[in-house]
């Protein structure tokens, strides 16, 4: 039940992909549901980093989609989970803050919040009456900036730009519960 980062990366976005990486995922069976287990290392390059210290919010997307493949037809999709987490930085007090469904943090260093930001954090993806034992399943997960929720002129400045571009791609696994 549990996988490693997938090893390759697209040519020409390489250094965006590093960026953004998968450590581990891992589906984990806690009570009534399955959790994700692992994070992403994230490391913010400079316009992005400047952007956040000068009071931009950074919206980052993570996605997990499982499905059970069929031979006579498209695979069934078993469960499709977004969730949405803002970064952002108070000047003011010198704090990052992390926002997610579930709540927010705060955190005095950079390398801190971005260790939060990438963390699953036992996100719950799928319920385990969604599956059954003796079929073998495929996962998937990802994460990005979602540069449609910054302000206007940054995303035009987003669009022209491969500085801002942070995407994780898909990494997918097989499972069986």
């Known amino acids: 039940m549990s996988c490693a980062t997938a090893l390759a990366a697209g040519a020409g976005r390489v250094w965006a992909r590093d960026m953004l990486a998968l450590k581990q995922v891992e589906l984990v069976a806690k009570h009534d549901h399955y959790v994700l287990v692992g994070g992403y290392n994230i490391q913010l390059a400079g316009t992005l980093d400047d952007a956040l210290r000068k009071g931009i919010t950074l919206t980052f ?91 206007k002129p940054l995303q035009m400045n987003a669009f022209a730009s491969s500085r801002w571009d942070m995407d994780s791609g898909w990494r997918e696994w097989s499972f069986k519960p």
């Open 61 to 151: 997307v993570q996605l997990f989609e499982a499905e059970r493949p069929r031979s006579y037809w498209f695979a069934e999709d078993v469960a499709v989970e977004q969730r949405t987490l803002k970064l952002s930085y108070n000047a003011l007090l010198r704090q990052y803050q992390l926002f997610r469904d579930s709540g927010h943090a705060s955190f005095d260093s950079e390398a801190e919040a971005l260790a939060a930001l990438g963390d699953f954090a036992d996100w719950a993806v799928l319920d385990a009456k969604q599956v059954s034992k003796q079929t073998v399943y495929q996962a998937r997960v990802r994460m990005y900036l979602d540069t449609s929720q910054l302000a």
